[in-house]
């Protein structure tokens, strides 16, 4: 049985866990949390883990990060029934190199990647015959490392899958409900239509971090420490997302380049228009798109997406 993918779509599941022995290659942020997650959410499923940094597995070790952490890529995956790739995406046609060999019968392969058109043919290549079923939590913090993760980074959180045209209707519906059991709400969707999506709604701002707290940095010479002295809100947040793993987010600008340089030239577009309204003193159209831009952020509240209490329910008890 197979299934065209076309657009978003709601995947309902429910039932027993759908995996029994579960490996994640890569034990940071996303990795460490998967781990947890299975743990708090599957008890009786098997973890395995490895990460190719030694220093890395020997921490998740210490803090029994997962059931078994193995000295191998290989070893991790012998015997898992899934396969969870929480590498950034630049690595992953490399990841899937070094498990092609030892991967049981039957096993499905996925990924935490935020880009996905590139991931699903990175991994189509190097696992060919191999049920590649991508997905890309969207849940994250600045953190990283074997111990940034927790158990409830997933819940309430969206879960793309974008499985490859004419996919496994089953396969993608064990993925599903893999990420719905770590509380994720699951959708599947075309690739290339995520990529566009995730481009403006996670890559752009991260983009635009980036240069803002960059260019600070290079006026802080200038005003002598007055950028971080006097940092209000709207910077501070600003330097939390740019704060975010450097190669995590290098490899996601250049596996998802023409989807975020369309939105890049969009948002360059707009950003003219608004210079335009304040050097006219234009002040309608500032106003019309604050209203609109302030009626979002309320919508992104209704779904629950964020924190409607002041200052984004930051706990102010120091």
């Not at 994640?24 to 599957?42: E, T």
């Not at 369309?262 to 360059?268: A, D, G, H, N, V």
Request: aromatic share 6%; hydrophobic share 45%; net charge negative.
């Amino acid at each position: 049985m197979s299934v065209p993918v076309t657009g978003p779509a709601s995947v309902p599941v429910s039932g027993p866990a759908p995996f029994a022995r579960i490996a994640i290659i890569g034990l940071g942020l996303l990795g460490g949390s998967v781990s947890r997650a299975v743990r708090a959410h599957l008890p009786g499923v098997l973890t395995t883990g490895f990460d190719a940094d030694p220093a890395v597995r020997a921490r998740a070790r210490e803090i029994a990060l997962a059931d078994v952490i193995a000295d191998t890529a290989g070893e991790a995956v012998a015997e898992a029934d899934l396969v969870v790739l929480c590498v950034p995406v630049g690595a992953m046609a490399a990841a899937g190199g070094a498990i092609a060999a030892h991967l049981a019968p039957g096993v499905i392969v996925t990924d935490v990647g935020s880009s996905k058109a590139s991931v699903a043919k990175a991994l189509a290549e190097a696992l060919p015959g191999v049920a590649v079923i991508p997905s890309h939590p969207v849940a994250g913090t600045e953190q990283s490392g074997p111990d940034a993760g927790f158990a409830a980074l997933f819940h309430n959180r969206w879960c793309i899958v974008t499985p490859p045209a004419l996919a496994d209707a089953a396969e993608v519906a064990r993925v599903a409900a893999f990420w719905e059991a770590l509380g994720a709400r699951v959708e599947v969707m075309d690739a290339e239509h995520h990529d566009r999506v995730l481009a403006v709604t996670s890559h752009l701002p991260h983009l635009i971090a980036y240069t803002i707290v960059g260019t600070a940095s290079d006026l802080e010479e200038v005003t002598q420490s007055e950028v971080i002295k006097y940092s209000a809100g709207g910077f501070r947040d600003f330097t939390r997302i740019a704060a975010s793993d450097p190669t995590m987010w290098r490899d996601v600008f250049l596996s998802n380049r023409d989807a975020v340089l369309e939105m890049l030239q969009r948002f360059s577009e707009d950003l003219t228009e608004l210079q335009k309204a304040i050097r006219k003193g234009d002040g309608e159209t500032l106003f019309d798109t604050f209203t609109r831009t302030r009626a979002i952020r309320r919508s992104i509240i209704e779904m629950g997406q964020d924190d409607a209490r002041p200052d984004f329910g930051r706990n102010h008890s120091d």
